[in-house]
């Protein structure tokens, strides 16, 4: 089985950086993309940013410049770090695994994290 845990959310002011860190455990020899969406009441989730294993990463639109996603293969971690935040950036933050390959054989599709809440003020 394997467990993604997040951490680093809070309440920030306008303008401000916050740092969100998921860890991913389970004996897991590697994973194929990692990455963070997003939910705000009354609406879907969105992705934000997401890293493929071989660092190629993909941004929403309205964090492009501002946020920017890492990963650290040997700690099967990523980070988002987010900069010049907005109120509108206020929402729950998901970590998201895809493509988890375990010592146990086990395959792991389309895992996730139980969400770290967010909060800009203005």
């Known amino acids: 089985q394997v467990q993604l845990v997040e951490s680093g959310g809070g309440l920030v002011q306008a303008g401000g950086s916050l740092r969100l860190s998921c860890a991913a455990s389970?004996?897991?020899?590697?994973?194929?993309?990692m990455g963070w969406y997003r939910r705000t009441p009354g609406k879907q989730r969105e992705l934000v940013a997401r890293?493929?294993?071989?660092?190629?990463?993909t941004y929403a639109d309205s964090v492009k410049g501002r946020f920017t996603i890492s990963r650290d293969n040997r700690k099967n971690t990523v980070y988002l770090q987010m900069n010049s935040l907005k109120p509108e950036d206020t929402a729950v933050y998901y970590c998201?695994?895809?493509?988890?390959?375990?010592?146990?054989?086990?395959?792991?599709?389309?895992?996730w994290g139980q969400g770290t809440q967010v909060t800009v003020s203005s």
């Open positions: 890293v493929s294993s071989g660092d190629r990463t």
């Open positions: 998201n695994a895809d493509g988890l390959r375990a010592y146990s054989g086990s395959y792991y599709y389309d895992q």
């Open positions: 389970g004996s897991i020899i590697s994973i194929n993309t």
